[in-house]
């Protein structure tokens, strides 16, 4: 029974495509997955950060390979399908790991004040720049539509597969001031809901990560004092606010990652599972 359990984990022989594969969260993953024996697609806008990626999954006995893609780009994302499956067939899985924020979609304060006018602000809802409120939710929501409709083809041909969009915190309850991130957030969501409900006769899974905090070089930039190295009191206020008392790493959420695209979650679509260190869970 035990052996039965444990052959339902096996990604041994797999084929996976991680975009945003160059970053700290979903490179962990590509090398996680490298050691189980799964192939690989490294996929980044920076081609060196990919590379770079890539060559520690080789080093540590696994098969992987880097490639540049802009998941705004429909052409560039066929052509990385296309190379993919030229070398190993088409992937068996899918991790739409691309996304970020920009500060012009986001308020320097969490509350609007009514005695705004009689000192300087930096940036209130009413200074967000549209352009930069675009872009958010392009690269979070769009890119993750614009490569899934690419790479789900192959996993229908198949009849079966297993995609993972990358939520966040964001998506369950808005976090103050980043509004432009929380609303693409929670559109991945919901569309990781819409298309595990499409796709459910074809034998392909949809599920999504919902990270809590990770002490991510740009969680670092925000919450750190960068001379003094001490947390700033937002990140007090983050840790205050997490029941495990403490940041994630990487590393966290790769069992979880496993579970999903394994036969082991085989019965299940359509969740957002939180890795958050209770985060979500906590009130008082």
Known sequence: ??????????????????TGGGGELCGAMAEALGTMGVKVAVLDISLEKAEARSVAVNRSG?????????????DQVRECYEAVSSLWGSP????????GNDP????SEEFHELTWPSRPVAQSFFDLDPAGFRQVFDLNFLG???VTQ??????????????????????????????????????????TRWLAVHFSRTGIRVNALAPGFFMTEQMKFLNVDQKTGELLPRAHKIIA??????????????GTLVWLLSDASSFVTGVV???????????I
């Open 273 to 283: 599972v939180p890795v958050d260190g209770g985060f979500s869970s906590y009130a």
């Open 150 to 191: 690419r790479f789900s083809r192959g996993m229908v041909e198949k009849g079966r597969g297993s995609i993972v969009n990358i939520s966040s915190m964001s998506a369950f309850t808005p976090l103050t001031k980043v509004a432009a991130y929380s609303a693409a957030k929670a559109a991945v969501s919901n569309f």
């Open 1 to 18: 029974m035990n052996n039965d359990i444990l052959k339902r984990f096996d990604l041994t022989g797999r084929v996976a495509a991680i």
């Open 92 to 99: 068996h899985f899918l991790i739409n790991g691309a996304g």
């Open 62 to 74: 696994g098969t992987a390979k880097a490639f540049r893609c802009d998941v705004l780009n429909g």
């Open 241 to 254: 606010h997490t029941p495990m008392g403490r940041f994630g790493l990487p590393d966290d959420l790769i």
């Open 144 to 146: 993750t539509f614009v």
């Open 104 to 107: 012009r979609g986001s308020t």
